[in-house]
Every structure is written in C-alpha cells, then in structure tokens.
C-alpha cells in the first residue's frame, strides 16, 4: 500500500471518527433534554390517565354532587380522547380503576409524593397523567395536566389551561387543547 493510500485511510479513519462523535453528542444531547424515541413502529406508549380531581373554590353546596358527577364523566371524555388521538394506548380496566379510587379516597393523587407512580407501575404503564382543576370562581377555572415517568419520576409534561364557566363544554374545549398541544410537542407553559 503506497503512503498516498494509507495517509487517505488516515483521513477517512479521522473523519469517521469525528462524525460519530458529534452524532453521539447529538444523542447525548437530545437525551439531556428529554427526548425520547416512541414505542416500536405504530405502537403508543401506555398511559395511565388518573381520574380528575378537584381543587379551590367548592362554590354552592347543592353543586357538590353535579361536580362529582362532572369530573368521572370528563375524567372518561379525556381517556377516550388520549386513545383516539393514537398518542398513547391508555390503560384501562375495571381493577385499575378500583386502585385509583381507593387510593384517591384517601389523599389528593396530584399531592401524594409517588402514590401516582405506584399506581402506574402497578398498573402496567410507562407513563401516568395526573388531571387536576382548581376552581377560583363559577367563571375562572384552571385545568392542569401533568404527565410523569412512572419509572423515574421525571416530569415529561406539565400543561395549566385557563377557561372560562365551569361547564362540560368548557372542561372538553381544554381536554381538545391538551391533545392539540401533545400532538405539537408543547410540554411546558
């Protein structure tokens, strides 16, 4: 092999070198800020959706019942929501729910320092949405979403939605924001 031969062997072996450095910085990289490839090709991670809870304000006494009744039926309208939009498969099932209500009966989920976690990992999920909305009046209402790592911990996403009138039209207008902004990749506010 002639030393014009063996010094371009050198080159490619530095260039190749240098390439796969910055390819593995670029991954290192994308790691550090939280990116993470999706399942296999066409399969969702899963998700557990844990059921609405209420905070703030509890307004007239008579709407106690309507609240309750308002937050399992929206709490059904953001799983379905979640499955159809094909962004996670959303585990679901008469035993998982009977878990989520017996822990909740007891403490607030989004306040439990890891029940939530538990409750994933329990029920076979990588990830765990905690929904929550915190009420100021009938007229100013926050929704706030959290969507943690049940492995880790780590918080992947957290969304607070301001609305307006505590009515199901409104708490399903912001559950079609948070998919909306799911699917463009916002994960902060």
Known sequence: ???????????????????????????????????APKAAAGEAETLLVLDYEFD??????????????????????????????GLYRVIDSPAVRADIARVSATQYLHRCNGCELDLARAAGARYVLIPWVFRMSQLVVTMHFEVKDASTG????????DFRNDADASWEREIKFLIRDMREGKRWN
Not at 156 to 161: F, G, N, Q, S, T
């Open 154 to 161: 780590q918080l992947v996403m957290k969304r607070a939605l």
């Open 1 to 35: 092999m002639g030393a014009k031969m063996v010094g371009r062997c050198n080159l490619t072996a530095a260039r190749l070198g240098i390439q796969t450095s910055l390819i593995f910085g670029v991954l290192l990289l994308a790691a550090a800020l939280g990116w």
């Open 56 to 85: 703030g304000d509890p307004g007239d006494a008579t709407m106690l019942a309507e609240r309750k009744l308002r937050m399992a039926r929206m709490s059904d309208v953001l799983r379905t929501a979640l499955e159809r939009a």
